[in-house]
């Protein structure tokens, strides 16, 4: 499966921007998915992930209550919704699959999309 990430961008604090994946080549309802994030300087961290049914999901702690991942089957594509935004979300955001369980650990990925950057201005 080949991941695109999309919808960085420059915004404001306090401010909310979605950030989209779009998968080809298989169908996303097979895999785990999940969205990391890496600062400068800093290791990449998880940020988010979803099962492959759909049934459960995760987040970091400073994630939870501001970011929701969402999937859209007929689109085959994976969401992060996030609100209240904050300087310290500046990351490059990138999306995630595996076909085995939903990890933190970004070793248990092998598909990664490129990336795409999120700048939170104060």
């Known amino acids: 499966v080949q991941l695109q990430a999309s919808g960085g961008g420059l915004v404001q604090a306090g401010t909310s921007l979605g950030l989209s994946c779009a998968a080809s080549?298989?169908?996303?309802?097979?895999?785990?998915v999940a969205w990391f994030r890496q600062a400068p300087g800093k290791e990449r961290q998880f940020v988010a992930g979803?099962?492959?049914?759909?049934?459960?999901?995760a987040y970091s702690a400073s994630a939870k209550g501001r970011f929701t991942i969402s999937r859209d089957s007929a689109k085959n594509t994976v969401y992060l919704h996030m609100n209240d935004l904050l300087s310290d979300d500046t990351a490059v955001y990138y999306c995630a699959a595996n076909e085995r369980l939903m990890s933190r650990s970004p070793s248990q990925y092998n598909y990664w999309g490129q990336g795409t950057l999120v700048t939170v201005s104060s």
């Open positions: 979803l099962s492959w049914n759909g049934g459960n999901t």
């Open positions: 080549g298989r169908t996303l309802n097979i895999y785990a």
